[in-house]
């Protein structure tokens, strides 16, 4: 993660910041500081950064430099930035904000704000029965210490039972159990990539997973996916591998997020096939493989593929059961299995083995509540859809067909304004650029659809009104780019 940002390069992560609604009755270095504020909310700016020098950025933006410097003052008075005489100005977090479970800013008394920045279902009724039958369960392990670096022997029995009803025989050697699905990408990169290694990533994909690889300081390759439903261009994504080379890739085929979209079965065999030929290892996250919509008939499993241990898969209960579980897994070999325990023990030893047992309790029920899951999910996905329709209808939306989000082509380049001029009526979201590496994908937005139907229906209203706003505060009238004839 970078420490100090650029004058060129903050100016654009702030692209379009003087096209925010009400632009015209707010001051210049009010709406500057605002358009900060955003970034630091949407996590685009982090914590600790040092932001350029007021010459710098006044120059990179083609503005005066008392407009910086009011900016900045304002921006220090309401605690989002440190200032040292000399030494500079640095990001940081008001006393009145936290920091949310998606790694966001959001304030600290938001009851009321309906969040589409989370794409995580409540905990489904199963739960509580689940830990009182686990608590049960406990006393057969207090004999013993507790520490279990590749999870405890029934869960692991659990999951690996899961992938062999799914097609891909798997013994629980080959299963690691760890800290939910984000902890797996991030014990897997520190194993299989070195500082500096070069990943292929898909664009858009999930952010925290982008954070992950950031924290590894790898170099990102890109592969776009299109918005409609054929997401991946088989010929591109297997060019990308055979020309970089690289030494991962990290992608999502089961309801990518935040697209939604399935890799067909021909393409997961081309891309183990290409990703061996070159040297590449696989990281395949099936976080949503549980939640295929419209009895969409799911494609063999990645790994089916795999005849060299390429492939490793890692998934979790966050999405089909809770996310306050934090159980996740990692499906490698058996020998990459211990190896990862053993550079997991240098991190957090095991995981809880309470919790682990109520997965075990929920896994034992997986039937009854992904049933229930994916109608809940049916349901909402159409009440935002028909909302979208009736509200927003220059918006290009594909239908998902499983997993919990939908990747809405908007009207125009706004989704950084829209997510701020969102937040002042109580709607969080996750502009598009979140989910991008260079600050582009201002034309995209993620809508969730794990909120309740009415929950759904009342923030697309408000979305609807904010971006009629948006065009009332007119078109930015400066910074065309100039055309090149
Ligand atoms: C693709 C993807 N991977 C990983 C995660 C993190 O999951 P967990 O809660 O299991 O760590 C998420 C959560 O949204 C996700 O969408």
Redesign the pocket.
Known sequence: MTSQVRGAQLARLLGQWHALPGRRRSPDYAALAGAVRGLLADGRLPLGVRLPAERDLAEALRISRTTVTAAYRELRDSGHLASRRGAGSWTMLPGTHRVASNGLWIPLDDRDMLDLGV??LAAPPELLPAARAAAEDLPRYLGGAGYHPIGIIELREAVAQAYVDRGLPTSPDQIMVT???????DLVLRLALAPGGSVLVESPS?P??LAALSARRARITTHGLAADISGWDADLLLGSLRQVRPRVAYL?PDF??PTGHLMPAELRERLVATAHAVGTDLVI?E??VDLSLDDTVMPPPTASFDRHSRVVS??????PFW?GL???WIRASAPQVQRLAAARVGVDMASPVLDQLVAVHLMAAAPAIAAARRSQLTAQRDALLGALATRLPEWRITVPRGGVTLWAELDGPISSALARAAEEVGVRLAPGPRFGLDGTLERFLRLPFTLPSADLVEAVGRIAAVRYDLDRAGAPRWHEPSVIA
């Open positions: 794409a995580a800290n939910g699905t984000q902890h797996a990408l999930y925290n997973a999502i990518q997020n996250d976080s949503f890692i998934g979790g209960m966050s999405k996310g934090r159980i996740g």
